[in-house]
């Protein structure tokens, strides 16, 4: 598919290969990591770092920048379970450190 088909059907994807090969900038507001956060209660989220992948990944899941998350346990260091759009998801380690977030 081209560019001016999907311009045609949708207009978020107008100009969606613009935006993929843009620079990755720094947070807009002091974040730390997910895994780093230091206690449970709602967050910000800032950004999503990692391959396109991931970021792909974190975007079906509701993990977008500027959404309000609700952070439940932190279990030991390993998994962090959040809470996002009335569901819970459990990320591991390797995934939260990827998701900088700052507090509401």
């Known amino acids: 598919m081209t560019d001016s088909h ?8 107008k100009g969606m290969r613009n935006r993929c090969r843009r620079k ?23 950004r999503v770092n990692g391959d396109r992948k991931n970021c792909a990944r974190m975007a079906h899941l509701g993990l977008l920048p500027g959404t309000e ?7 030991g260091g390993d998994q962090c379970m959040v809470k996002i759009n009335g569901g819970t998801i459990s990320l591991d380690r390797s995934i939260a450190t990827q998701i900088m977030v700052a507090p509401v």
């Open 69 to 75: 998350i609700e952070l439940l346990c932190k279990g």
């Open 6 to 13: 999907f311009d045609k059907t949708c207009c978020f994807f």
């Open 24 to 46: 990755k900038r720094g947070a807009p507001c002091a974040s730390r990591s997910l895994a780093e956060a230091c206690s449970c209660g709602r967050l910000k989220v800032c």
